[in-house]
């Protein structure tokens, strides 16, 4: 299927990450790299989300290429039981696999280690490292301090060791009210860094998780879960967005201060954003459930649940994201580097059809009306393994209403009113005639073909540059056609408060055209180029038999940098 792509699995990523492994390797640190990916499921994936799947999976299929015994693990992160959904997980496993990655063994839930990091919090209170506080939420907010001002100490940060364990335990049983007390990791007040600041371990929730039920009501944080599970899974790099960077050190502090064998590091890379896109898992789930699109697979979403439906191929994606590639710069890229990729993928391996997206209907008069000719056309114009298909030429057609006009200069090569032109792959016409409606819109053109034509440039040293695209008028089958376009109108929209007031309201403009019959058995997953219209796919979400839909990918140019420049 990839046809002449770049095999991006072929080509070793230089990224500083691979150096930090290679480097693991060669000093004996590392015997097998070991990664993982840790999504959330409060939401669908995004393509930020690719960039993270392809670098972790990536890793350990490169080095399992290379002989070690590599591995990556899917662990859902999930300690917030209120925001997520099994919806989320089984969309997130397909997405992965869909990308092309298979994780190793056992999906992980860091929810599987509630009773191990249940015991650790009381190892840490042992130790006289961590108590419970009866702050409420803004205080601890207020007694934190701020980057230019120390935090103060917490009235409850000095209770006894077992005044401690009898209150977590407590938490633990249900007995104190959300809010009213938490555990904290007992720190620096004064760090430098605010996580570092008596960060909040442990809190009170009384909510149903999607994975261990009722068992709970206390569920932990973030930063203490996810080290713990990493060494766990004895993870060798745990690699996260950069937002993460002042974490390590608390990352690093958690797993000092408890018996645990695995020691992993971790390295932040900056994450992906895209241009005209927000990645935000909040704001894209407000889009969903304030209906401004319809649903995470909507094809305008930046989710790989949106792009599949869109007409991305996952070799696309994982092209992009080789690209791109991994560095600690923040930066914006954009939108045209995604659509090269998919342009680049689509060019090879789309068949070709022909769609009239918005139809106006020519006559060819010295054409019979009983005898429907059927012409062979190639699937592809330079790969002939792909095979021919059958197209029906008839003395009624549709063509496209831009591609006539009555006058027109001899930069205009499309139909001109007593002018030549070529259909696509068949023969040569010229139009005679125009009958109007009422409101003076062109209803049919009259036209006569010149028989000698098909195929075969005119004899007699006329010469006609132009070719336009048709559908037979008897056999071609209605179709609604969805082209779509920046689903924002604003080239960072994440930045706005306000984003929902930057939707381009012309991101979806739906038409009611014609197809080639062939299309009646187009295949979900299959790629079409309709001629000179851009890349399309039959929507897998809507379309039935008496009803095509086929949604456009992207265009055949990038009109869009066109018409910045
Ligand atoms: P949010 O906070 O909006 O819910 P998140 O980034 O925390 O999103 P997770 O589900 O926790 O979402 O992400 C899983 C993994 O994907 C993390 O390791 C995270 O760093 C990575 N990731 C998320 N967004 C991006 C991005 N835009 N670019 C690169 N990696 C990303
Ligand atoms: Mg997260």
């Known amino acids: 299927m990839s046809g002449s792509l770049p095999n991006e699995s072929e080509v070793r990523p230089t990224n500083f990450i691979y150096q930090i492994i290679d480097a693991d390797i060669a000093a004996g640190t590392c015997k097998a790299p070991h990664t993982r990916f840790p999504p959330e499921p409060n939401g669908y994936l995004h393509i930020g989300h690719a960039k993270s799947i392809c670098l972790n999976f990536g890793i350990a299929k490169y080095y399992q290429s290379e002989g070690y015994q590599a591995k990556c693990n899917l662990r859902f992160d999930d300690t917030n039981p209120a925001k997520e959904d099994m919806e989320y997980v089984e969309s997130i496993k397909k997405d992965v696999r869909w990308l092309g990655f298979e994780w190793d063994g056992e999906i992980h839930y860091s929810s599987d280690y509630f009773d191990q990091l249940y015991d650790y919090a ?30 103060k100490n917490s009235p409850y940060r ?9 209150l977590f335990a407590k938490m633990k049983a249900g007995e104190i009210a959300e809010g009213k007390a938490c555990l ?19 809190r009170i929730k009384f909510a149903e998780h999607h994975q261990t039920g009722d068992t709970w009501c206390i569920y932990p944080m973030y930063d203490f879960t996810h080290c713990i599970s990493d060494a766990i899974e004895n993870i060798t790099h745990s690699l996260c967005t950069l937002e993460f960077q002042d974490n390590r050190r608390l990352y690093d502090w958690v797993l000092d201060n408890i018996t645990i064998a695995a020691h992993p590091h971790q390295y932040e890379f900056s994450r992906l954003n895209l241009e005209y896109t927000i990645t935000s898992k909040r704001k894209l789930n407000l889009l969903v459930t304030e209906k401004i699109v319809d649903g995470w697979d909507d094809p305008r979403m930046p989710t790989i649940a949106g792009l599949r439906r869109r007409g991305y191929t996952p070799e696309s994606i994982r092209d992009f994201c080789h690209r791109i590639g991994v560095t600690k710069q923040e930066n914006t890229v954009e939108m045209s580097t995604l659509e090269f990729c998919i342009r680049e993928d689509l060019n090879q391996n789309a068949l070709r059809a022909m769609a009239v997206l918005d139809p106006v209907k020519v ?11 059927v012409l062979s056309m190639p699937n592809h114009p330079n790969r002939p393994e792909l ?15 831009a591609d006539f006009r009555e006058e027109a200069n001899k930069n205009y090569k499309r139909l001109v009113l007593g002018k030549e032109v070529r259909l696509r792959n068949a023969y040569v016409i010229r139009a005679d005639r125009v009958e109007k409606d009422d409101q003076g819109n062109i209803q049919t053109i009259y036209c006569t073909y010149d028989p000698t034509t098909l195929n075969k440039n005119p004899a007699d040293g006329r010469k006609v540059k132009g070719v336009i695209h048709w559908v037979s008028a008897k056999f071609a089958k209605p179709a ?10 604003t080239a960072n929209p994440g930045a706005a408060d306000e984003f929902l007031s930057t939707i381009n309201p012309d991101s979806l403009v739906i038409k009611k055209g014609f197809v080639e019959p062939n299309l009646t058995t187009a295949q979900i997953g299959q790629a079409y180029q309709f001629e000179r219209e851009g890349y399309f796919c039959l929507d897998s979400k809507y379309a039935t038999d008496d009803h095509l839909i086929f949604n456009r990918t992207v265009g055949l140019r990038d009109s869009w940098s066109e018409a910045k420049n």
Do not use: C, H, W
């Open 363 to 373: 006559v060819i008069e010295n054409f019979s009306n009983t005898l429907d000719e």
């Open 387 to 401: 095979g021919e298909r059958e197209v029906t030429f008839t003395q009624e057609l549709y063509i496209d209403r």
């Open 480 to 489: 609604e056609i969805r082209l779509y376009d920046r689903l924002f109108n």
């Open 158 to 166: 000095d209770r006894t060791v077992d005044d401690n364990l009898m």
């Open 122 to 151: 009381i190892e840490l209170i042992k130790k006289g490292l961590a108590y419970v506080d009866e702050l409420s939420a803004d205080e601890i907010r207020e007694y934190r301090g701020t980057l230019t001002k120390p935090g």
């Open 184 to 202: 904290r990791a007992k720190i620096d007040m004064a760090s430098p860094f605010i996580v570092m600041r008596d960060p909040v371990l442990y």
